[in-house]
């Protein structure tokens, strides 16, 4: 009786064991047909991403990278290849946001959200964000700084399949001097307050801090040139960090093969970093004379960040930000825009960037209409600052930034035309990033 029931026992585990491989079979099968799946986007019209334009036109799609894309008259659909049509629609290569917070909450309230939360709301709010951001026609965005390594989590997750987001280039910390904006001032010197970043001082502690960010998991180093507008106690026009600090950190970077990008507001600061080689400046507010031609000679990207500083003087008070983050935007807002549109005007290298954080994730193609407006820039100049001039300054534009055969599968479509019209950039129907459809509305 044992036995027979030990034998039945047997023949059921065993024929578990069969269904069980079967289906390892099966899913390994399903896979394969998802990577191997051919796919082919029929567009009205297409941004190539390079300046130019196609009516038209076809793409085909195999696996997670473009293998052709022409005339749709001249291309014949592969047999069995999934068809996306997109008559009455504009396809162009996915969004790329390069300065992002997307571990940040929906209402940071400043540098005080430290006081509150940890990296594990990081973590959380992150996974809620870049699925914005992507469904948003985001499909690469460089972050620009976050605690305990939340954004190097999220990339990694991302990657792996496990959440929906961009592909993520992430700093983790940045770093920033004792009282500067990574820190968190004004409050007795008894509290001990952790910073909004890394806080350290000194050539040799930052070589070190370089190689810790980059040992856990960064793809390249933010630093912190000058005062912020999130910060209390540091004025925004104040360099922060000595030329030699500045340059241990470049040095360092490069020797591990990582970029270096530098928060920088007022003209000096920005200068020195520019000089000591950092890749971008983020915001770049005050740029002067000799910064427009340092950046020029040295080929380094302005990140503009435009939106959120008339954000914060808009809707900062409801979104609890401190008064005087305030009063520093409203301070900068007018110079802002005259530097900028010089700098962009004189050919100085722009990648569209956001500084995504508080609630506009998702939100980041709003941003376009203020670049055409602040800096006197074409739909298309701007369009090819979020696709390969990003790409550029990330160093991938070998396989993102336009659409070309070889490249990742990374692209959008908008209905009409936003050359016409930017803000059409703002309601995507249609999102592939790697080959798979993020979203596709039928409109
Ligand atoms: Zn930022």
Known sequence: MKTRSFISYL?????????LVLLC???????????????VIKAGKVIVGDGT???????????????????TASIETPLGATVVDLPNHTVLPGLMDMHTHINSSDHDGGDM???????AHGAIYGVVNADKTLQAGFTTIRNAGALHYADVALRDLIDQGIVPGPRMYVAAAS????????????????????GTGM?????????????????????????????????????????QYSDEEL????????????????HAHGAEGLKAAVRAGVASIEHGSLIDAEGIELMKEKGAFIVPTLLILDEIIEFGEEQGIPDYSIQKAIEMSGLRKKAMRKAYQEGVRFAFGTDASGNLH???????????????????????????????LLGILDQAGTLEAGKWADIIAVPGNPLENITLLETVDFVMKAGQIYKHLDN
């Open 175 to 194: 770093l920033g001097i004792t009282g500067g904006h990574s820190d968190v001032n004004g409050w007795s010197h008894l509290i001990d307050i952790p």
């Open 25 to 39: 079979q099966f899913a390994t099968n399903y896979v394969c047909a998802q990577s191997s799946q051919t796919t």
């Open 113 to 119: 959200s430290v006081l509150r939360e940890h990296g």
């Open 11 to 19: 023949s059921h585990a065993l024929k578990s064991l069969v269904c």
């Open 247 to 262: 340059r241990a950190v470049v040095e360092e970077a490069d020797r591990l093969g990582r970029k270096v990008i530098a």
């Open 362 to 392: 998702g939100r980041n193609a709003q941003e376009f209409k203020v670049m055409i407006e602040t800096l006197g820039a074409t739909p298309m100049q701007v369009i090819q600052n979020a696709t390969s001039d990003a790409a550029d």
């Open 53 to 71: 334009t196609m009516n038209s036109a076809s793409i085909i799609i195999e696996g997670d990278k473009i293998s052709l894309i022409g005339a």
């Open 199 to 239: 806080v350290v001082d000194g050539a040799e502690n930052l070589q070190k801090a370089v190689r810790t960010l980059v040992k856990f998991g960064a793809d390249h180093i933010k630093i912190v040139a000058t005062g912020g507008i999130l910060s209390s106690g540091d004025a925004v026009d104040h360099p």
